[in-house]
């Protein structure tokens, strides 16, 4: 007995007890496979799929159907009312009373579906890739990859709504590889970025001598596409003399190259994507409304990435890995860095989020990205940047190369020559010498911003609490 969708399970202790509801079932749909079992032990060796077990028998059969529902949490149950306390068990979805109505049973049914349908961890095919070209675990996304799912088998049109950078494409090559048209081509086309006058041959084709420039016969995207999927990006930029012309292509499923009367059958799949308001341009009179609708038979809305800010974090390992994997320094953020990218608003969607982290893996390759590290736009998260603090020996190191070091053209040699023409021969005491100079300094700096410790610790190039210790320790007022 070949599966089917419509296969309910009938368990039947209680002799006779369901041959009403059979008939019912029968009445309902003349498809139902109704297949009944007198003893509920079958049950645990049969590993079919079904639409719904509606249990019947004794209450003194609890135990026995307490383990039988328990065992098969994927399974929708349905029983009888001297079993009703199995109702506080998930998967036993309702009770059916012995005064049940069409309507209340039909209710039912309709319940058992609902529990099959969005049942978690559902094997799809490809649903790995799936994943991970759609990342993400928000409500959003699993309503994204749901509506795929179910698409994806049909030629249905389907038109993917969205702002930029949501990854409308992604949806429209996931639909592609899930469907039964995944061995032919994928063809993408961006609408608005075709000039109008070119538009007509880029997607049907020309001939040899069709127009002015037409040295050659050429296949359009829709002859590309055959056997496959044409990806109309940015539909709402297509001029409404094209419009025409397409939509008689999706009534007919025919083409005819630019300069021929040959008509080509049009054996594609077209899913259509926008940024735009179509309804809006179809109100305005800039978007044929028999197109729209033609379009508009699935539509799939892709959320922005500030309604799935619980994305982030699993979209930043995703992106990183990417990069990694195509040989590139790898980059991580800190929690910090990650909380205050969820505070951004993203008019970029994904697409800001993609070009971010690849800028942070130029600018800190193999490092952290730390809240401070992130840039300015970024950074919605109020801390105290870290400032690190340096040993003595350090600074005064740095601050002979700053003395002593070579000039913008190199001249090492006139800068060491330049210094031994100042050093005495009987030598000096380079300490005393340097705390000296020091000193001038910082008076200097001081005397040039009236006093103000922050501003000469500025131009001196070193933090005012460096300054101040400074100053203590060479007793500077």
């Not at 970029?348 to 990205?369: A, C, D, F, K």
Request: glycine share 6%; with cysteine.
């Amino acid at each position: 007995m070949s599966l089917s969708s419509k296969r309910i399970l009938v368990v039947d202790e209680a002799a006779g007890q369901f041959d009403t509801l059979k008939s019912i079932l029968q009445f309902i749909n003349e498809d139902y496979d109704v297949v009944t079992l007198s003893d509920s032990a079958q049950v645990l060796k049969n590993d079919e799929a079904w639409k719904c077990v509606l249990l019947g028998g004794e209450p003194n059969h609890f135990d026995s159907f307490k383990a039988l529902v328990t065992s098969h949490p994927g399974l929708p149950f349905v029983v009888t009312q001297s079993n009703a306390d199995l109702d506080a068990i998930a998967n036993v979805i309702g009770i059916l009373n012995p005064d049940i109505t069409y309507p209340a049973f039909t209710q039912l049914l309709a319940h058992c579906e609902a529990y099959l349908r969005k049942k978690p961890n559902q094997s799809v095919k490809s649903v790995k890739d799936l994943i991970q070209t759609l990342v993400g675990t928000s409500s959003e996304m699993q309503v994204v990859r749901r509506m795929i799912e179910q698409v994806a088998p049909t030629d249905a049109n389907v038109l993917v709504l969205g702002e930029s950078g949501t990854g409308k494409e992604v949806v429209a090559q996931s639909i592609h590889r899930l469907s039964n048209r995944n061995s032919g081509p994928f063809v993408p086309v961006n609408c608005g970025a075709i000039p109008p006058e070119l538009l007509e041959s880029e997607l049907f084709g020309h001939e040899k001598g069709a127009f002015t420039g037409a040295i050659n016969s050429r296949k359009g995207r829709f002859e590309m596409a055959q056997g496959g999927t044409l990806f109309l990006d940015e539909i709402g930029d297509m001029p409404l003399q094209m419009q025409v012309k397409l939509l008689r292509v999706l009534q007919e499923r025919l083409f005819e190259r630019v300069g021929s009367g040959k008509a080509i059958k049009a054996d594609v799949r077209v899913i259509a994507a926008t940024h735009r308001n179509l309804e809006g341009m179809v109100t305005d009179g800039k978007f044929r409304e028999d197109l729209f609708y033609r379009l508009n038979v699935f539509p799939i809305e892709t959320p922005s990435l500030r309604e799935r800010r619980e994305d982030i974090p699993q979209l930043l390992n995703e992106l990183t890995k990417r990069i990694a994997e195509q040989g590139a320094e790898s980059v991580k953020f800190t929690d910090r860095a990650v909380q205050s990218l969820m505070e951004h608003k993203w008019a970029g969607n994904v697409r800001e989020l993609s070009n971010l982290v690849e800028r942070m893996t130029i600018l800190y390759p193999n490092q952290m990205v730390d809240v401070a590290e992130l840039p300015k736009k970024y950074q919605h998260i109020e801390i105290q940047s870290f400032e690190p603090e340096y040993p003595e020996e350090l600074l005064e190191r740095q601050a002979l190369n700053d003395l002593f070091g070579s000039d913008d053209d190199g001249s090492d040699e006139e800068n060491t020559a330049q210094l031994i023409a100042y050093l005495p021969e009987e030598g000096i005491n380079l300490k005393e010498y340097l705390a000296e100079l020091e000193i001038d300094l910082i008076n200097q700096a001081l005397a040039m911003h009236a006093g103000v410790v922050a501003r000469a610790a500025e131009v001196l190039g070193i933090r005012r609490t460096t300054l101040v210790e400074k100053m203590k320790k060479y007793g500077i007022n």
